[in-house]
């Protein structure tokens, strides 16, 4: 069974801190990425890598870093995080190609930052 | 910009009725059109996938979606529905960049007995 692990659940963090969100994936796929769910907004795309040690900008990256040092994990960092960032995150990866393959999921880290 | 629309938010129906979720996206010459559900507590699955030949495309639970490019729609539909398919859906469009996903706002399923 193909799997994508989120290293937590749930998460409860104070304002200011450093977070780190880890993503696992064991189906040896080059993309991976971290997206953002909030009611009503669906998910929107914080980061992507296509390779290690590479990394790309979303449409909302503010606030927000990644690490890519290895092919099968793709770390998602809170430089300082604030209540604005409660939300629920989704990590994902797929296949290399061009759009037509399917986006494997976690489950999903619920944060909330107090 | 690219953008997926859900027209509908939440959508309850009574277990056994037919449903219809819609959505559209924005024009482009080449697009792949994704359905994807999200369980209580669980992360999102993939329902089925439009990427090209036949414009109606199904999947193994009774759901189907059809590709329509005049219209820009990709709407999904089951004749009758189960309790267990109360979820959330998203539609979701690639825009051949490298997988990179655009999704909607999401529509939530309840499904009554």
């Known amino acids: 069974d193909v799997k994508v692990t989120q290293s937590s659940r749930y998460l409860v963090k104070r304002t200011g801190e450093k977070v780190f969100l880890e993503c696992v994936q064991d189906?040896?796929?080059?993309?991976m990425f971290w997206y953002r769910q909030d009611p009503g907004l669906g998910l929107r795309l914080i980061y992507f890598?296509?390779?290690?040690?590479?990394?790309e900008k979303g449409d909302i990256p503010e606030g927000y870093s990644v690490s890519r040092e290895k092919k099968e994990r793709f770390s998602l960092i809170l430089e300082s995080a604030s209540t604005n960032q409660t939300s629920m995150y989704l990590c994902?990866?797929?296949?290399?190609?061009?759009?037509?393959?399917?986006?494997?999921f976690g489950q999903g880290t619920r944060l909330t930052v107090v | 910009a690219q953008s997926v629309t859900q027209l509908d938010s939440q959508v309850p129906v009574f277990e056994e009725a037919p449903v219809e979720l819609r959505c559209n996206y924005s024009?482009?010459?080449?697009?792949?059109l994704f359905w994807y559900v999200q369980y209580p507590n669980q992360g999102l699955q993939l329902l089925l996938k439009?990427?090209?030949?036949?414009?109606l495309v199904e999947s193994i639970n009774g759901f189907e979606a059809e590709f329509n490019k005049s219209q820009t729609s990709f709407h999904l539909r089951k004749p009758s529905v189960h309790i267990s398919d109360t979820a959330e859906y998203f539609c979701?469009?690639?825009?051949?960049?490298?997988?990179?996903?655009?999704f909607g706002q999401g529509t939530e399923l309840s499904v009554k007995p």
């Open positions: 024009s482009s010459v080449s697009v792949y």
């Open positions: 439009y990427l090209s030949g036949s414009t």
């Open positions: 994902a990866s797929s296949p290399p190609g061009q759009g037509s393959s399917e986006a494997f």
């Open positions: 890598s296509y390779d290690v040690k590479m990394k």
């Open positions: 979701a469009v690639s825009y051949n960049q490298g997988g990179k996903l655009i």
């Open positions: 189906m040896d796929h080059e993309n």
